[in-house]
């Protein structure tokens, strides 16, 4: 089955980027706000780059099956720039190189494998913060992060059936290569981001 090759597959690209992704802070509860806004940042710029095109390119029925306008992040993710005065449109012109799949089931599923799977973490990262004393008074912030609520285990448990159903033997390797460029394109804005981002 397709989903347990990519949770194996993309075990060491989901590490590094743990840890790019200040995974210590949060789990110590001690992440401070211009982190939790830098992780804001790049999963902003991912789904405002990436998330539309990738829908667009799901046939209907796959489209209707996943429900795929209740999984869309990227409104959580701007209200979340909004309560905490990010300037999204400095960071629409931010100048990005990002791998995009080809037009095919497969290698689309595998890139939304990362998407829908950093809702998982996502949920274990809510939990942190709002035990962290840096973030009181600031659930209204928190829309990204916990964006399925009490949704998240049966959207999972949906997206990874539809999966393993529809991506055939034959393409195993083209959908588990998409799924780790994704992985690439989170780990080298985040880099980039350090460079350029001033918070
Ligand atoms: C944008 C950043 C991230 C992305 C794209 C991402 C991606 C993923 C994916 C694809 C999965 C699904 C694995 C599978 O079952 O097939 C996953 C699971 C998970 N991730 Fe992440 N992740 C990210 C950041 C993080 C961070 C920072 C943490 C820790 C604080 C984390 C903790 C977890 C946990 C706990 C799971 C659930 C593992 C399980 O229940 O089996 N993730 N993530």
């Known amino acids: 089955m397709i989903a347990e090759l ?6 060491d690209n989901h590490k590094e980027l743990e840890s790019l992704m200040f995974v210590n802070e949060i789990m110590n ?8 806004k830098k992780l804001l940042i ?3 710029v991912i789904h ?12 209907n029925e796959t489209a209707n099956r996943l429900e795929i306008t209740s999984r869309l992040k990227l409104p959580a993710l701007e209200k979340d720039l909004k309560f905490w005065n990010i ?8 100048n990005v190189d990002l791998y995009l799949p080809n037009n095919n089931i497969a290698e689309v599923l595998g ?6 799977g950093s809702t ?36 999972w448990k949906n997206f990874v059936l539809l999966m393993n159903e529809v991506v055939i033997e034959a393409d195993y390797e083209r ?25």
């Open 42 to 44: 790049v999963n902003y």
């Open 111 to 116: 890139a939304l494998y990362v998407l829908e």
């Open 29 to 36: 509860n001690s992440l401070s706000v211009d982190e939790y």
């Open 120 to 155: 998982l973490g996502g949920n274990v990262i809510k939990k942190h913060i709002l035990a962290n004393p840096n973030f009181k008074n600031s659930t209204e912030g928190l829309n990204y992060y916990g964006v399925y609520g009490s949704e998240l285990g049966t959207k």
């Open 175 to 199: 959908c588990i290569k998409c799924a780790n460029e994704m992985f690439n394109n989170l780990k080298n804005l985040s880099k980039q981001l350090n460079e350029t981002v001033k918070y």
């Open 6 to 11: 990519l949770k194996a597959a993309t075990a």
């Open 87 to 94: 300037d999204r449109d400095a960071l629409k012109n931010l």
């Open 48 to 59: 405002e780059k990436l998330e539309d095109k990738l829908i667009s390119m799901l046939d």
